[in-house]
């Protein structure tokens, strides 16, 4: 079949040539009758009949005529676009923002739902442990060491089980060390992945048998470029790590950065070293201490299901056992990369809401197209009827205004797929300034092009085939002789239907947008506890520079009096975390006199912060009842706390705080409530009066900790030079990190609003953008069709005022019969929206008022051209017209 | 284009059968397409015409169903002409053919047989 297909020229010229010969032959025995030659030529030609329609037929036989038409009809289409350009570059411009927004969305699905972990083998069988214990209610990827053990070590449906803790540490040649992101990890970690060594090799089971006893490290392929240059003498060598001598093992394979999408350590370190790299603190003992994940292998033919109740099985015998720890655990699997259920659960749903989105604007988009396609078929209303007239089959017809149609819509999936490329590659290159190794990769693979590809297809057809059939449906002797067809005069074509579907879907696009976008701007300015405006802070991680305790009180009363001393400068605090900062935690509250609940997950917990003298004033907290902490609250003076009005309310059952003791672990001597203050947000936005509890730093010592400075500068984060000096002349080598105002470092917080309230912004003013074109075409194009009839209206007295009228008043029925639509659809999106939304009504008035009027101003500057065009029209040049 | 009247004199060609003419008339050698044409007509005294529209296509049909084979060759009158020529296949669907058709004969002229 090919080699025929290459043969089609000569095959055509073999069948003139035989048809040639017929009529010669033909001919020749008229002349050979009599018949004079000029003559037998014609009559032979005549008795044959119709060549081009025999040649046609012939070639029906050959079968392989549907490649040739199909060229054909894409060159009929290219000829068509082109003496359309107007048409063509906005119906490619509508698809391709259309398809571009959708592809887009969709390669944030498959980067990070589809696409199985990269560097890892067989990762469909790995996932990440969840534990969830009852109060909190949610289940987070953490498990102590202790229960990590005895699940990896009581199962029988795991091929492994490996743990794992994100440590950060300064690393680096003596003399120039730098803060990075490292994970300690158990023995059998790279095995159980199946990584492979890019150079040297990696931990091994015997690099994690003695507590402290194996200084090594192994370095990803990113860690060694940035921290070393990849350096190739590396392996081998030594390296300070916190402070200690540790040799480098080797590199792992390049691509492999870990289990987890988002966080992306620097180096891997062994589990024997954890007490070592976190400052002397073994969690590995405490079955209470909940800081490692753990990632596990699945055995073949086991699924997720299975393992999980064969875990809980393990679970409930260890609720049992401990109950003081345990009691209530409750296990989950997930599979890994998003921080196990903690980001996967909401991430799924927002995706979900953003893919519907981006969906509803491919809609608007196509919708567009297929009006354009609309106006474009009553434009070649006389061509078609000429064509059928000719004997054209429509089915032909059909088939050419798809190919046609195909594209265009090639086109603009190809504009959408650059348009996501270049959207994702600006993605990759934004760092959010928060203090862990966040990375957001979202590669544009090959599924994502298989993506655009597809819908942009399917888009051509579904929304091509609807305005194909009407252009073919051309009564033809009115269109034959250029007649408007004024005579069936309809109020509701299917143009209009569209336009009013196309402004219904974008004002339910705008209000979403609208409501999220003010839901954020309500969460920036609600009351979180403290006052952002004004606070700089910097952060300091004293164990990594290898400072005891002594040392490191000493260093942090130094930093604070200078600091304090600093021009500019209103009042410092050291604060451990500042709140709705990363690395916010919790821990239990035992009341004094209160009965010890038997099982874990029964204990109330609390946020808990350590903090300087001046903290709430610093912070602008408002004290209600008692004093604030100051010089009395030394190292081993009297235990006293400061809790919220929160805790007060939740954990006392309302009683006065005040004089009031409690403990955060049975075994320790209770604390004393000596002040109360404002309930605020400790961990994110939508939490609502959380219990909150802080200590004094100079009893509880603690080693990393937040500078916060109350400055009289704008802005704040221009004291930060000066604090750094301070901190250099009284250590050089200390690394400083989180740097900045506290504006800023609480970006992440907001993340989720922000990135919601942007794209669905952008997603709003698409939306707009469209469907003011879509009003705009269908009105210039309702205006052209009349103008015969405007005219006739002008020549027999209307003014231009009725004109204006007539038009308006067309234009009006449709853009709003679509808002009354839109709004009655917004109504029931926002019901959907509700859960993501901070301190707005999904009925919020305001909202419909604001959208409305957008709408409706779009709708009449998208009407106003055409129209002011209709009062110009000269009613003799539109009558002599035709 | 006028259509043409069909002469008083020529018979209608069966449904079907023109393939099986075709195939019958190369029996005798290759020929071209006019000259199976004319072969046709001379063989039927005039009675069958067979028109160019049906003749050319059916050459085609039966060339790519392979019972027919082309060769460009120079004619009689040292023209270039495309010469057909039945393949064995060709030939073993001839003989189907005409027992086939034997049978047809035979049965419809049973049925109209004066009673």
Redesign the interface.
């Known amino acids: 079949m090919r080699w025929d297909f290459w043969r089609r020229k000569g095959r055509n010229t073999d069948l003139d040539d035989e048809i040639a010969h017929d009529l010669a032959l033909e001919a020749e025995e008229r002349i050979r009758s009599g018949v004079a030659p000029q003559e037998a030529e014609q009559a032979s030609r005549r008795d044959f009949g119709n060549v081009g329609l025999l040649k046609e037929g012939i070639r029906e036989t050959w079968g392989w005529t549907s490649i040739e038409r199909f060229g054909r009809d894409l060159q009929y289409g290219w000829r068509s676009l082109r003496k359309s350009p107007l048409f063509a570059t906005m119906a490619v411009l509508s698809l391709a923002l259309g398809i571009g927004a959708n592809a887009t969305i969709f390669s944030v699905i498959n980067a990070i739902f589809l696409r199985p972990l990269p560097g890892v083998e067989r990762p469909s069988e790995l996932f990440s442990l969840n534990g969830k214990m009852g109060s909190r209610g949610s289940a987070v990827p953490l498990v102590s060491y202790p229960d990590y053990r005895d699940f990896r070590d009581r199962n029988s449906v795991l091929t492994g089980l490996a743990g794992m803790g994100f440590v950060p540490a300064s690393v680096g040649p003596k003399g120039n060390c730098q803060r990075m992101w490292g994970v300690t990890v158990t023995g059998n970690y790279f095995q159980l992945l199946g990584i492979k060594p890019l150079a040297g090799r990696l931990l091994q089971p015997e690099d994690d048998r003695v507590r402290g006893g194996h200084p090594v490290m192994v370095l990803t392929y990113t860690g060694w470029q940035k921290r070393f240059g990849g350096d190739p003498n590396i392996i081998g060598a030594k390296v300070q790590v916190n402070g200690r001598e540790f040799t480098v093992l080797g590199i792992t394979a390049k691509g492999f950065f870990g289990t987890e999408l988002l966080m992306t350590p620097d180096v891997y370190f062994s589990m024997a070293m954890q007490k070592e790299l976190q400052a002397g603190e073994d969690l590995q003992e405490r079955r209470s201490a909940r800081n490692f994940f753990a990632v596990g292998r699945l055995k073949p033919g086991i699924s997720m299901a299975q393992a999980e109740s064969a875990l809980n099985g393990i679970g409930q015998n260890l609720a049992k056992e401990y109950p003081q720890e345990d009691g209530g655990i409750e296990i989950k699997l997930t599979p890994p990369g998003l921080v196990g259920a903690y980001l996967r659960n909401p991430l799924i749903g927002f995706v979900a809401v953003m893919f519907g989105v981006s969906c509803l604007v491919l809609l608007v988009a196509c919708v567009n197209l297929a009006s354009m396609l609309l106006a474009r078929a009553g434009d070649k209303r006389k061509e078609t009827a000429i064509r059928l007239a000719l004997g054209a089959g429509r089915g032909v017809l059909i088939r050419q205004l798809l190919t046609e149609n195909l594209m265009v819509a090639l086109a603009g999936g190809a504009g959408g797929a650059l348009l996501t490329i270049w959207i994702t590659s600006a993605l990759a290159a934004w760092h959010p300034p928060v203090d862990v190794p966040l990375t957001v990769s979202v590669p544009v693979d090959m599924r994502v092009f298989l993506f655009a590809l597809v819908v942009s297809a399917v888009t051509a057809l579904l929304f091509g085939l609807l305005p194909a059939l009407q252009a073919t449906k051309t009564d033809l002797v009115p269109a034959l002789k250029n007649e408007a067809g004024i005579g069936r005069f309809r109020y509701w074509h299917l143009r209009d239907y569209m336009v009013a579907a196309q402004v219904s879907m974008s004002v339910l696009l705008l209000f979403c947008a609208v409501l999220v976008v003010k839901s954020l701007q309500r969460s920036l300015s609600a009351p979180i506890g403290f006052e952002t405006p004004g606070l700089a802070t910097v952060s300091f991680d004293l164990n990594m520079q290898g400072y005891d305790e002594p040392r490191g009180r000493e260093f942090e009363r130094r930093v604070l009096d200078k600091v304090r001393q600093l021009p500019g400068v209103e009042s410092a605090t050291l604060v451990d975390n500042i709140p709705l900062s990363s690395g916010v935690t919790w821990n239990a509250v035992y009341i004094e006199g209160k009965p010890v609940p038997k099982r874990a997950s029964d204990v109330p917990n609390a946020y808990a912060f350590t903090a300087s003298p001046d903290y709430f004033h610093t912070m602008r907290t408002r004290l209600i009842s008692g004093r604030e902490f100051d010089a009395r609250d030394k190292q081993g003076a009297q235990r006293v706390a400061i809790v919220n009005s929160a805790f007060g309310a939740r954990l006392l059952d309302g009683a006065n705080p005040l004089g009031r003791r409690f403990s955060t672990n049975t075994t320790k001597e209770p604390m004393e409530i000596v002040g109360v203050v404002e309930t605020g947000k400790y961990y994110n936005l939508n939490e609502q009066n959380q219990a909150a509890f802080w200590t004094p730093l100079d009893t509880w010592y603690k080693s990393k900790a937040a500078l916060v400075a109350r400055t009289r500068v704008i802005p704040p984060e221009s004291v930060v030079p000066s604090i750094r000096r301070v901190v250099r002349e009284i250590d050089p080598s200390i690394a400083l990190f989180a740097t900045g105002s506290v504006e800023d470092q609480l970006t992440f917080t907001f993340f989720a609003a922000r990135t919601a309230a942007i794209t669905l912004g952008a997603f709003g003013i698409l939306a707009l953008v469209l469907s003011a074109t879509g009003i705009y075409g269908v009105m210039a194009y309702a205006v052209s069709r009349r103008t015969r009839e405007i005219g006739i209206r002008m020549a027999i007295g209307a003014t231009q005022a009725h004109v204006l009228a007539s038009v308006a008043r067309s234009a009006g029925i449709l853009i709003g019969t679509g808002l009354v639509l839109g709004l009655g659809l917004a109504l029931g999106a926002g019901r959907l929206l509700e859960r993501i939304l901070y301190g707005v009504t999904p009925t919020d008035p305001v909202t419909f008022a604001i959208v409305f009027a957008i709408m409706l101003g779009v709708g009449a500057a998208a009407t106003f051209i055409p129209a002011r065009r209709a009062t110009r029209i000269d009613p003799m040049q539109a009558l002599r017209q035709e | 284009?006028p259509k043409?009247t069909p002469n008083e004199n020529h018979i209608e060609l069966l449904q079907g059968t023109l393939d099986m003419l075709i195939l019958r008339t190369l029996q005798w050698g290759p020929q071209?397409?006019?000259g199976v044409?004319q072969a046709i007509r001379q063989s039927s005294a005039d009675l069958l015409l067979i028109?160019?529209?049906s003749l050319?296509?059916a050459l085609?049909?039966l060339e790519?169903r392979g019972l027919i084979e082309s060769e460009?060759k120079a004619?009689d009158?040292n023209?270039?002409?495309?010469y057909y020529r039945l393949t064995e296949a060709g030939r073993e669907q001839l003989v189907a053919e005409q027992s086939k058709w034997k049978l047809l004969v035979k049965t419809i002229t049973r049925v109209m047989r004066p009673a």
């Open positions: 284009m043409n071209h397409g006019h044409g028109e160019r529209g050319y296509p085609h049909r790519s460009w004619s009158l023209r270039r002409a495309k």
